[in-house]
């Protein structure tokens, strides 16, 4: 059947506007908050400063750096003192493990128990744009777990610009965009903090007059 140009349009603005209704209730849902960032969770990466210990062998105990290849060198589980090990994308946890196999094929230790923690995190970085003071690209501080409050993210720009719209600020995560309320946010208490990880992208929109 032939829809006649008046029925055509009708039906574009109803579906846009069901559309539009849609989106806008799917993005003005909160971020729902990040899984924690522990040993089980984070990926090693390249540039990252670990500790690696054993139980019950102190001299053991040392401070590697995964190379640009992903790769560590721990010369204590060799007896030629070169061991390179992949460290690159393993969690602390499964690197200890291949700690274990390779001591333990390597005579080194007929019982390993290895400990591996990141006491140094490469830069990772977010992007917050709009209205602040300083948008770019930011890293997050050296030396810490990459995750701040959104808040946090802003006062590190430098803070809002008089054009800010507190009450709308984007943030991007993968494919999903959020519409976060961060002035009413701010007044309620006991609200769970809204926390910025690695590749985030917050947009602070502007005020509407």
Not at 82 to 106: D, R
Not at 127 to 134: E, H
Not at 192 to 208: A, C, F, K, L, W
């Amino acid at each position: 059947m032939k829809l006649s140009p008046k029925s055509f349009l009708t039906g574009l603005a109803l579906c846009l506007l069901i559309t539009s209704c849609a989106t806008k209730h799917g993005s003005d849902l909160p971020p729902p908050p990040p899984p924690p960032l522990s040993a089980g969770h984070y990926s090693i990466q390249p540039g990252d400063l670990l500790s690696i210990s054993f139980a019950g062998e102190p001299d053991l105990t040392q401070q590697v750096r995964v190379d640009w290849n992903g790769m560590i060198n721990v010369p204590t589980l060799s007896a030629e003192g070169n061991a390179e090990i992949k460290a690159a994308g393993s969690s602390p946890a499964t690197l200890a493990t291949k700690l274990n196999s390779y001591a333990v094929v390597n005579r080194i230790l007929v019982k390993a128990r290895a400990q591996v923690q990141v006491i140094e995190y490469v830069s990772l970085a977010y992007s917050i744009l709009g209205q602040v003071t300083q948008p770019g690209r930011y890293n997050f501080p050296r030396g810490v777990q990459p995750r701040l409050t959104i808040e946090e993210a802003v006062a590190l720009a430098g803070g809002y610009t008089r054009l800010a719209r507190q009450s709308r600020v984007l943030l991007k995560r993968g494919a999903q965009v959020y519409a976060v309320d961060l002035k009413k946010h701010a007044m309620l208490p006991g609200q769970q903090p809204i926390i910025i990880i690695p590749g985030d992208v917050i947009t602070v929109s502007e005020r509407m007059f």
